[in-house]
């Protein structure tokens, strides 16, 4: 169970007040303030997945108010008003700057028009794989941000609204990503105008292959379905994936099929062709090469006390590659 906390710091008389409780609701005369933070905390779950929201904030900063330091997770900041300087580096309205794990960083506020700007924290073993498929890795740590009147109403429902005894973690998952896909096209197009039209080819590939896995489609049937040519195909892939189409190809069969052994009361060979593998011996084949065991070893470690029935009573040992 995740833990939560809301915070509302601000200056009075002069004076550093904090004020924690497990909800504070910031009024808008509370947002008006000369300095303000209002956080929102989730512990560092055991049973989290690979990635998770660990913080999301609102904050007009005070000057002089940060020293140098260094975060374990992956910090995005959007400044909707306000100037200042991230890392010694001059930020103002309508920039995004990102700080990333175990790197020194500081945020200093102008005197005269402070900095103000909605945060989210990302934390997880996973994070770094998220950044990079969104393309973060290859951004300088300040960018300009041509969705940012887009920020305070996408902030406001998770950071205001969300009541802290319910348990948002997926809620606060599926946030996130509705905003890395703004990031994530948004550095498609940037990066090079004519690629938003290869992005669409990738984007209809991935979901006519997902969609058809099981009818023995090639990747000359994909180019074919969105009439490009096999080797446009993967260059296109080349672009946006690790693997080659063929490749992709493979692991979407052999994951479905490890699915269809641990979910369903499927025998090895019922799955073999159901992912259009009619070759039992080159399906075990691939199987053990990318799951690490063969089938049969597979089937057995999730149904320990099921019988295997069906054409595999003849013991073939699949090849090792």
């Known amino acids: 169970m995740s833990f939560y906390r809301f915070c509302l710091e601000s200056l009075e008389a002069d004076k550093h007040v904090s004020n924690t409780s497990s909800l504070i609701p910031l009024s808008p005369e509370l947002r008006q303030l000369p300095f303000f933070t209002y ?33 374990s997770r992956f910090i995005l900041h959007y400044c909707v008003s306000g100037k200042g300087l991230f890392c010694g580096t001059p ?3 309508g920039q995004f700057f ?27 073993p996973g994070t770094t794989e998220l950044m990079k498929d969104a393309g973060f890795t290859s951004l300088p740590t300040i960018c300009d941000c041509p969705f940012i009147d887009r920020i305070p109403a996408l902030f406001e429902e998770p950071l205001y609204r969300m009541h802290p005894e319910s348990d948002p973690d997926y809620y606060l998952m599926s946030f996130y990503l509705g905003l890395i896909a703004l990031h ?10 004519s690629r938003e039209h290869t992005y669409y080819y990738y984007k209809h590939a991935i979901s006519y292959i997902r969609e058809c896995l099981t009818e023995g489609i090639t990747p000359s049937d994909v180019a074919a379905f969105l009439h490009i ?14 693997y080659s189409p063929r490749e992709y190809l493979i692991r979407e069969r052999i994951k479905y099929a490890a699915n269809l052994l641990t979910f369903g009361p499927h025998t090895i060979a019922q799955a073999s062709a ?4 009619p070759d ?3 399906f075990s084949k691939m199987f053990r090469k990318y799951i690490g ?18 054409s595999e009573q003849k013991k073939e040992t699949p090849a090792e590659i």
């Open 98 to 124: 990102f700080v990333r794990p175990y790197e020194a960083y500081e945020i200093k506020s102008d005197p005269k028009d402070p900095i103000v700007f909605y945060y989210i924290g990302i934390a997880g």
């Open 229 to 242: 040519s096999p080797s446009y195909l993967r260059s296109i892939f080349a672009k946006y994936c690790r």
């Open 184 to 193: 994530k096209m948004q550095n498609v197009q940037s990066e090079d105008p």
């Open 39 to 71: 956080r929102y905390y989730t512990s560092e779950k055991e049973d989290s997945p690979t990635w998770h929201i660990i913080s999301l904030g609102h904050e007009r900063r005070w000057p002089e108010r940060e020293k140098q330091k260094v975060t």
């Open 91 to 93: 930020v103002s309205r």
């Open 274 to 277: 159901q992912v259009g593998y």
């Open 280 to 282: 039992y011996t080159l």
């Open 293 to 310: 065991m063969s089938p049969q070893e597979y089937k057995k470690l999730h149904h320990e006390n099921v019988p295997e029935q069906g």
